[in-house]
């Protein structure tokens, strides 16, 4: 982990309530900008693609790479998190903004999609089935 995603890390691990930021890239993979996208409740917050992208648009980012914390410590995604993973990888590709990773961190440690695969891919045939397949991510 680089030395900004690492602190973001440490400051999202203690937060009491849900929170989901983002860490905006050039195509060198160097951070250009951060930002919080969304804060909820203590079990869910709602994280939307344009929340997301707008910025990415703004900062001219290459890519994104979130983190969203688990107050409760539970590490490994929930549905919510994984069709919203899957929204930003359409989202992304359309707009040509990468979705790098979606990370869950907790005191325990962290849950990368892409270090277990489960980064939602788009190779369904139509965006529709993209944006409502039920799959077990």
């Keep these: 982990m680089n030395q ?22 050039n195509s060198q993979m ?14 869910s917050v709602v994280i939307h693609p344009r929340d997301v992208f707008r910025n990415a648009v703004a900062l001219n980012a290459y890519s994104v790479l979130l983190l969203h914390n688990h107050p409760s410590g539970n590490i490994l995604p929930s549905q919510a998190d994984m069709q919203v993973a899957r929204q930003l990888v359409v989202c992304g590709q359309f707009m040509q903004i990468h979705l790098q990773d979606f990370m869950i961190v907790t005191r325990k440690g962290y849950y990368s999609f892409v270090e277990q695969d489960k980064l ?9 089935e993209i944006w409502t397949f039920e799959a077990n991510l």
Aim: with cysteine; hydrophobic share 40%; proline share 4%.
């Design 120 to 128: 939602p891919r788009c190779d369904l045939k139509t965006i529709s």
């Design 30 to 43: 160097e951070a250009v900008g951060e930002a919080c996208i969304a804060k909820g409740s203590l079990v």
């Design 4 to 25: 900004q995603l690492e602190q973001l890390r440490l400051q999202l691990i203690n937060r009491p309530q849900e929170e989901c930021w983002a860490l905006y890239l």
